[in-house]
């Protein structure tokens, strides 16, 4: 009998963090939960960086996950933005970790391609393969949607080399 595993995907980003949980045994995958974490725009960047940590940190607790994946952040033009996102994406890797979790990390482009079938696909088209690959699937937002997209990138590649190489640091 194939082992169930339990993976937690997420989306960063400091404004709405997104989260999905899955089942995995052997190739067939369980929706379980999605959600978002939201932080306070009126708030500074400290404080909004705790609302994630102690959000992320009740969905661990609630849901027990066993591995964790978390999408790599892309650079765009606005230095400041990307800073921002890049110290929420450092609390999404900081949770799991912190809860003895190992932690993945995936271009958004391989989660694209895994779920879609292309690097290229739009926000429309991971939702509509999310729920493709997984009926009961719900998720409240695009970060929610993204985040299970992220926990079936997962699912396909643990045990990869790709995998391997996204735990080592994402060489």
Same mark, same amino acid.
């Given at each position: 009998?194939?082992?169930?595993?339990?993976?937690?995907?997420?989306?960063? /980003?400091?404004?709405?963090?997104?989260? /999905?949980?899955?089942?995995?045994?052997?190739?067939?995958?369980? %929706?379980?939960?999605?959600?978002?974490?939201?932080?306070?725009?009126?708030?500074?960047?400290?404080?909004?960086?705790?609302?994630?940590?102690?959000?992320?940190?009740?969905?661990?607790?609630?849901?027990?996950?066993?591995?964790?994946?978390?999408?790599?952040? %892309?650079?765009?033009?606005?230095?400041?933005?990307?800073?921002?996102? /890049?110290?929420?994406?450092?609390?999404?890797?900081?949770?799991?970790?912190?809860?003895?979790?190992?932690?993945?990390?995936?271009?958004?482009?391989?989660?694209?391609?895994?779920?879609?079938?292309? /690097?290229?696909?739009?926000?429309?088209?991971?939702?509509?393969?999310?729920?493709?690959?997984?009926?009961?699937?719900? %998720?409240?937002?695009?970060?929610?949607?993204?985040?299970?997209?992220?926990?079936?990138?997962?699912?396909?590649?643990?045990?990869?080399?790709?995998?391997?190489?996204?735990?080592?640091?994402?060489?």
């Amino acid at each position: 009998m194939a082992h169930t595993i339990r993976v937690l995907g997420i989306d960063p /980003g400091l404004r709405r963090t997104g989260w /999905g949980v899955i089942e995995v045994t052997g190739n067939r995958l369980v %929706f379980i939960a999605s959600g978002t974490v939201t932080s306070d725009n009126k708030k500074n960047l400290a404080q909004r960086l705790v609302q994630l940590h102690n959000g992320l940190s009740s969905v661990v607790d609630a849901q027990n996950p066993m591995e964790a994946a978390v999408e790599l952040t %892309f650079v765009n033009k606005d230095a400041g933005a990307t800073l921002k996102l /890049g110290q929420a994406r450092g609390i999404a890797l900081l949770v799991p970790s912190l809860a003895g979790l190992s932690v993945a990390e995936y271009a958004p482009n391989l989660v694209k391609k895994t779920v879609v079938g292309t /690097g290229h696909a739009d926000k429309e088209q991971i939702r509509v393969m999310v729920k493709i690959l997984m009926p009961r699937a719900t %998720f409240d937002t695009d970060d929610a949607a993204d985040a299970l997209a992220i926990a079936i990138c997962h699912a396909h590649h643990r045990g990869t080399a790709t995998a391997r190489m996204a735990q080592a640091g994402a060489a």
